[in-house]
């Protein structure tokens, strides 16, 4: 048997239903790859000690003829924001180190009733604050194309995981991009659903309005697969939506014939090109769009003049939401309590709050108790939600002429450690082109697009389609997938990064 880490989750799984292989098996050789390259890439912050059991459970339902899901047995890096009753769950944060939940995010509940095995919890920025998983307080995730370079943020760990053949699939949030802009960075595949589309049910919050859970995969077929697993109503969330979706798996199946793209209205926003983009970023994507035009779409410029706003309405909503969901570190409810002989409840508050957090977190909160204070509030906050609004409009306006809009995934390919962090402005420069859909609620996926001219690094394109529409990213992903890696001749990752023993 191959080595059973390059299957993608869909092979595998087809591979575990078979007989052919066991989860088991399956699992080891997962927990063997992380043993040998997790120590260069720093993808985990906890390795489970219940994932061979729970695969020789799968293994056995299988053998007494049990019905199993899909993806039964395969297994899955779960990214540190959502709980888990068998692992820890800290949020990158040092005032969650070691904390235990007393249950299990929806989404994680949802894929153990699949029988997918969690194989360990995926690093992140503390609180999913940050673009490059530095802002974590248990260190630095590493980009496996490249180790020194970041696997982009907030979740590195989940996408690196992906990305070096220790999971086949992972679980990932966005509230900015942290889905995206980790799989632009790192060529894997990551989409923000449309928001109310995943459960948030044990996803530790950081802006309410904006986080999104989603999938991780190297394929848009095994993200389409997981996304089945996790999506639809969970009375558990006040802003699940309600109804039933497509498969998203079937939408993929669908896509890859490229069909769909004959007669595709393909929006290429205006705003989006040129200054703060990178050479390589913008050949590589011209790059697909005309491989996207020769296919059959349509391309079409379309005005987003509010889009620049964009960054600067986020960070002023982000702050203010996470300032308050925040608030419940308080030494008394969860995680860390620094004692102060003699000292008041506030002086115990405060104590710990200086210890437990990290310089990105409390930037925040200062910065949103500042834009929510009585004075400030209507300048602030109420401009943010206004602009809010035009950008959602802009979203309407668009996508009354096209059916998905595309932008390079992000601005740049994957910067050095510490090349922003002592640039907080620089950092948030990052997710110019991932922002606006978590301000819209709309779905975006990020697929590979090639390697940048420039540096050889990964570069993703995003599409981006109104609420409820992700079928249309799966097809459409799917489509561009199989025109690229044709052209490629095989998945962009095995132009071997440096990790995965190549010479890039
Ligand atoms: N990089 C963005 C931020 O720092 C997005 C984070 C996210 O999506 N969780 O807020």
Do not use: C
Request: aromatic share 6%.
């Amino acid at each position: 048997m191959a080595d059973l880490t390059r299957l993608t989750a869909a092979e595998l799984a087809a591979e575990l239903a078979s007989g052919a292989v066991s989860s088991v098996e399956a699992t080891q050789a997962h927990l063997d790859r992380i043993a040998q390259v997790d120590g260069d890439v720093g993808a985990f912050l906890h390795v489970s000690e219940h994932a061979i059991d729970q695969a020789k459970r799968i293994d056995d339902a299988r053998q007494a003829g049990e019905e199993l899901a899909e993806l039964a047995g395969v297994p899955l890096a779960v990214k540190d924001v959502l709980v888990t009753t068998d692992m820890p769950s800290t949020s990158g944060s040092k005032i969650l180190e070691g904390y235990m939940s007393p249950y299990d995010a929806t989404v994680v509940a949802k894929s153990r009733a699949a029988g997918l095995i969690p194989l360990g919890k995926t690093n992140m920025d503390e609180f999913a604050m940050g673009s490059s998983t530095e802002h974590s307080a248990y260190g630095p995730t590493r980009n496996p194309w490249d180790l020194d370079r970041i696997p982009g943020g907030s979740g590195g760990g989940s996408a690196a995981a992906v990305a070096a053949f220790e999971a086949p699939l992972a679980l990932g949030s966005d509230t900015g991009g942290s889905i995206r802009q980790p799989a632009h960075v790192t060529g894997t595949v990551g989409i923000k659903p449309t928001y109310g589309g995943v459960s948030r049910y044990g996803a530790i919050a950081l802006a309410s309005s904006l986080d999104q859970i989603g999938p991780v995969s190297r394929t848009v077929l095994d993200a389409g697969l997981l996304h089945d697993v996790i999506g639809g109503h969970d009375p558990h969330d006040a802003t699940s939506l309600e109804g039933d979706w497509p498969s998203f798996a079937a939408a993929a199946r669908e896509g890859a014939s490229g069909e769909v793209l004959k007669g595709l209205k393909v929006g290429v926003v205006r705003e989006l090109q040129g200054e703060g983009f990178q050479p390589g970023v913008s050949e590589s994507f011209g790059a697909s769009i005309a491989a996207l035009e020769k296919a059959g779409a349509e391309i079409v410029e379309i005005s987003a003049p509010h889009f620049e706003y964009a960054i600067a309405a986020y960070y002023l909503i982000l702050p203010a939401e996470a300032s308050s969901n925040l608030a419940k570190f308080d030494s008394v409810r969860f995680g860390l309590r620094v004692d102060v002989p003699g000292g008041t409840v506030e002086d115990v508050m405060s104590a710990t709050r200086d210890a437990g957090f990290g310089p990105e977190v409390k930037r925040r909160i200062i910065l949103g108790t500042y834009a929510l204070s009585a004075g400030y509030y209507d300048a602030y906050y109420g401009s943010a939600q206004k602009v809010r609004t035009l950008i959602q409009q802009d979203f309407a306006n668009a996508f009354a002429d096209v059916d998905v809009i595309a932008t390079p995934s992000a601005p740049t390919t994957a910067f050095r450690l510490g090349e922003k962090l002592d640039d907080p402005l620089a950092m948030y420069a990052n997710d110019l082109a991932t922002i606006p859909a978590n301000l819209a609620g709309v779905p975006g996926i990020s697929v590979p697009s090639g390697l940048a001219s420039d540096d050889g690094l990964p570069v993703g394109i995003q599409f981006l389609a109104p609420a409820r529409e992700d079928a249309r990213l799966y097809r459409v992903g799917a489509a561009l997938e199989t025109i690229l890696t044709d052209e490629w001749g095989g998945p962009l990752l095995d132009r071997a990064p440096e990790l995965n023993g190549g010479t890039r």
